[in-house]
């Protein structure tokens, strides 16, 4: 498959979120309650929301992030430089992750309301990930056809 600047785009901004996630979430794994961690990694505090539930919720991304989705995010984003149609599938799957979790984030942060509603956090920080992902999602389906 043709390799255009769109597909450069794309894949080295996938490669740039997922490793600056993967890097922070590999902090949490190792630092699951540090206040670096809370403050920097999590958002919020456990003290505005049940606890337990507050570091349940945030270390399944910790695991997961790191050593499931960004593997896949970096093999795809590889293989659209390489023009591989089997990267554009993989980048394809990769996306899903990007605006799928915005939705239990979303939820997560509406109901139990632990992070301040302001443009920084609703527009720059949360809304980056899924706008990147439907970006990635249909680029590398419209490619696939």
Known sequence: MEVTVTTWAIALIG??????????QLV??????????????????PDRTDPVAYFAFNQ??????????????IVGSIGMLLGER????????????????AVFFYIWDRDLGFREKTFNYWVIIWGM???FGVIEGVYCFVRLL
């Open 129 to 131: 990930w899924p706008l």
């Open 15 to 24: 490669l740039g979120l997922i490793s600056l996630l993967a890097s922070l």
């Open 86 to 101: 089997w990267g554009f599938l993989l980048a394809l799957m990769a996306s899903v992750p990007f605006w799928y979790t």
């Open 60 to 73: 399944a991304f910790a695991w997961a992030d790191p050593f499931l989705w960004a593997p896949l995010q």
């Open 28 to 45: 949490a794994v190792l630092r699951p309650r540090a206040t670096w961690t809370v403050d920097n990694v999590y958002g919020g505090s």
